[in-house]
T-cell receptor
Framework: SQTIHQWPATLVQPVGSPLSLECTVEGTSNPNLYWYRQAAGRGLQLLFYSVGIGQISSEVPQNLSASRPQDRQFILSSKKLLLSDSGFYLC?????????????FGSGTRLTVV | AQSVSQHNHHVILSEAASLELGCNYSYGGTVNLFWYVQYPGQHLQLLLK??????LVKGIKGFEAEFIKSKFSFNLRKPSVQWSDTAEYFC????????????FGKGTMLLVSP
């Protein structure tokens, strides 16, 4: 069966420090991968998605970047964190729109920038 | 691009009350529609989904949703809520053809009092 792993679960980082959040998927190949940010009262905002290795699409201008070095690995990064980067970050995967496009989400990372 | 509007940010009900959470989407073509639920401290989970066919969709835990194309709506219903239904509920949509990422509403926080 397919599983998605996301870590760390919580992270407290000072302003100006770098960030690396990792997400891996098991039990499937060539998944579509996504990074969302969830903020209270604002729902889920799509940050990046990837339909293949090395292919990254950015939905909104951010102080963040994403990379997909391997088929089932998706990394969210920042060179210098801002206070506004605080939030709950969710990784998700899907097989494709023909299967209905439903996503499976990881457990999330609570990032607090101090 | 598609968008999703959830009418209520917070809903408070007593156990055994009936529930209806509103969801309207904006998109001119065919769509896939979803309701996700996030119980306190847990992952986002798929509650139910609509691709095509019968517009009345039944999901887990006694939830159902009805797709009304003429109203661009996909309201979530449950005849009798339980305390364990306390959670945040998200409506989501993506295009029914081609590749399209999932767009979420801002969520509705449901609190069921025992």
């Amino acid at each position: 069966s397919q599983t998605i792993h996301q870590w760390p679960a919580t992270l407290v980082q000072p302003v100006g420090s770098p960030l690396s959040l990792e997400c891996t998927v098991e039990g499937t190949s060539n998944p579509n991968l996504y990074w969302y940010r969830q903020a209270a009262g604002r729902g889920l905002q799509l940050l990046f998605y990837s339909v293949g290795i090395g292919q990254i699409s950015s939905e909104v201008p951010q102080n963040l970047s994403a990379s997909r070095p391997q088929d089932r690995q998706f990394i969210l990064s920042s060179k210098k964190l801002l206070l506004s980067d605080s939030g709950f970050y969710l990784c998700a995967w899907s097989v494709g729109v023909r299967e209905g496009g439903g996503y499976t989400f990881g457990s999330g990372t609570r990032l607090t920038v101090v | 691009a598609q968008s999703v509007s959830q009418h209520n940010h917070h809903v408070i009900l007593s156990e055994a009350a009936s529930l209806e959470l509103g969801c309207n989407y904006s998109y001119g073509g065919t769509v896939n529609l979803f309701w996700y639920v996030q119980y306190p401290g847990q992952h986002l989970q798929l509650l139910l989904k609509y691709f095509s066919g019968d517009p009345l969709v039944k999901g887990i835990k006694g939830f159902e949703a009805e797709f009304i194309k003429s109203k661009f709506s996909f309201n979530l219903r449950k005849p009798s809520v339980q305390w364990s239904d306390t959670a945040e509920y998200f409506c989501a949509v993506n295009a029914g053809s081609g590749y399209s990422t999932l767009t979420f509403g801002k969520g509705t926080m449901l609190l069921v009092s025992p």
